[in-house]
């Protein structure tokens, strides 16, 4: 339902974030993008949201083409962006302001429940903590119904325990929901535990250096093997495209451990 | 901060302050110098310490004030100087607020009139009185335009300043849930301006009170700067004093209905300042 066409960008000051990517996401699959920084993550999820314009190529969802902000996108940006003159409950209907009042309340209280702050929607962020109003943010987001929910490293400035307890509410809201998300991480562990696939990406050009496929269920358990698996293969797959002059960089991974397809 | 803690903390502050003799409540500390030294000015010149002719006594200022008062006097000074400080304000305010609103918001209206207004900004604006005067004749007018360009400039550049320095980054909260420019603009950009404008029309307010005594010196027959030159040129400290102590009072009130009119609104700004005082750092 999201696809990705030999995506190039190149900014005005002559840096080529990306190079030809071609990504096939399907209706409901959670995908997550690792790669050092710089690798042009975080310029991916900007066109995909259409807040960016590409050099080169097309993205569509639905096969419609994406040239602006598109309703069946939302983006959660890597900080909360919360409005700071806004209670928590008007920040999370930001987006369904077009919607009858009924309906804006109702989705909002379901949303509070599912991110675990019922009896926060009067408050404002300034009295809430990190997680909480990252929290508030992602609400922000669902509650417009998006096809497809954008995630830049939306947990990245968490301790490691607020991290956990996120994931395990990011899958209630999924299943809640049902959107497809495509979440930008640097960490393996979160890309594993969340993601149907796991894209890695190079840098210089930002292009994508191995997909690996995630077959088990959910709740998964960090001390199981095949989880163990998995994430030595998206480390190895990290390592590789940190180092220069890897120009076979794809038929390695493959031959090594070999990939999905 | 939460309410609760919030309030254990008075209590706490009122606790502490039972438990010692030398505590004094938060408004009152500011009031021991001024009123000391009142208290001592008075007692030295009864005493026959000091002449106070020219520097007259509190007691006096307050027979003075009273006589004005009761005269009737004072508060048609007062009502003219309030009513002039008043429409200048509005008239200045207004177009630093409009204009400040273009430069800020288009890059063509920026570049067609920040420069011209930065040059005119140049000009002190007091220097503008003899042109005024004969433009606007030596009534209402020149005093109103006069208040008016010195409200104008700080009201206009806060704006301005206030409209660009928006984070980038909440304007593309607006642009993913596809804002329309109205929309983000009453949405986003007004909200987000509203504190900067509160302190530039706050200084705005400032600089009318100054200009209106230059305005009420260039030829007045009533309002508190007529009171000055006329104690000066009655010999009478007292009346001087008296218009001052008013002039003080006022500004300081007008500036403080400014900030209770825009409080409810900026409840949401998370400073140092609490209820319009700066914490202890
Ligand atoms: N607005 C921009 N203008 C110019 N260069 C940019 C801009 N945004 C990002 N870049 C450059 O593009 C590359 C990719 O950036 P980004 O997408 O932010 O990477 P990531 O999110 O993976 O860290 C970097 O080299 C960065 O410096
Ligand atoms: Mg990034």
Request: charge should be positive; aromatic fraction near 6%.
């Amino acid at each position: 339902m999201l696809s990705i066409r030999a995506l190039s960008k190149t900014y005005a000051n002559g840096i080529n974030a990306l190079a030809g990517l071609n990504i096939d996401i399907q209706q409901g699959e959670i995908v997550a993008v690792v790669g050092g920084s710089g690798c042009g993550k975080s310029t991916l999820l900007r066109l995909i949201a259409g807040l960016d314009l590409p050099s080169e190529g097309q993205i569509r969802v639905d096969g419609e083409a994406v040239t602006a902000p598109h309703p069946a996108i939302g983006l959660v940006f890597q900080e909360p962006r919360l409005l700071p003159w806004l209670t928590v409950g008007k920040n999370i209907a930001f987006g369904i302001d077009q919607l009858p009042p009924d309906e804006q309340r109702r989705r909002v209280a379901q949303a509070l429940v599912l991110i675990g702050l019922e009896g926060y929607e009067k408050r404002l962020p300034k009295e809430l903590s990190g997680g909480q109003s990252q929290r508030v943010a992602i609400a922000r987001a669902l509650v417009a119904k998006p096809k497809v929910l954008l995630l830049d490293e939306p947990f990245s400035a968490l301790d490691p325990v607020t991290r956990q307890e996120l994931h395990g509410q990011m899958i209630a809201l999924w299943k809640a929901y049902r959107p497809t998300l495509v979440m930008v991480t640097h960490d393996a562990d979160e890309a594993v535990a969340l993601a149907d696939r796991v894209i890695v990406m190079a840098p210089k050009p930002g292009r994508i250096a191995d997909e690996i496929l995630i077959v088990s269920g959910r709740p998964r358990d960090h001390l199981d093997d095949s989880f163990g698996m998995a994430r030595r293969r998206v480390l190895s797959a990290l390592d590789l495209t940190m180092k220069p002059g890897e120009s076979r960089l794809n038929d390695k991974i493959a031959a090594g451990a070999g990939s999905w397809w | 901060m939460s309410v609760t803690s919030a309030k254990s903390e008075a209590r706490i502050a009122s606790a502490e302050a039972a438990g010692s003799a030398f505590r004094v409540p938060a408004g009152l500390i500011g009031l021991i110098l001024p009123l000391g030294l009142a208290v001592a000015y008075e007692f030295a010149v009864r005493a026959g310490w000091v002449e106070g002719r020219l520097l007259p006594p509190p007691s006096r200022l307050i027979a003075t004030l009273a006589a004005l008062a009761n005269g009737g006097e004072l508060w048609l000074h007062i009502g003219t100087t309030m009513a002039r400080v008043g429409a200048g304000f509005f008239f200045g305010s207004l177009a630093g607020i409009v204009l400040g609103a273009l430069s800020g918001v288009s890059l063509l209206s920026r570049q067609l009139l920040d420069p011209t207004l930065q040059a005119l900004r140049a000009i002190p604006s007091i220097a503008w009185v003899p042109l005024f005067i004969l433009w606007f004749g030596i009534f209402e007018t020149s005093k109103v335009v006069l208040i008016a360009v010195g409200v104008f400039f700080p009201v206009y550049l806060g704006v301005t300043s206030a409209i660009l320095s928006v984070d980038r980054k909440i304007i593309e909260v607006g642009r993913v849930f596809r804002l329309g420019r109205l929309a983000q603009i009453r949405r986003i950009l007004l909200p987000a301006v509203l504190p900067s404008t509160v302190t530039a029309l706050r200084s705005g307010l400032g600089l009318g009170w100054m200009f209106v005594v230059a305005a009420e010196f260039m030829g007045a027959s009533e309002g508190l700067g007529y009171l000055l030159i006329d104690g000066q040129q009655l010999g009478r400290p007292d009346q001087i004093m008296a218009a001052l102590v008013i002039f003080a009072s006022l500004g300081k009130f007008t500036d403080a209905v400014l900030v209770a009119i825009s409080r409810p609104f900026l409840r949401w700004q998370d400073t140092a300042a609490i209820g319009g005082q700066p914490q202890e750092l």
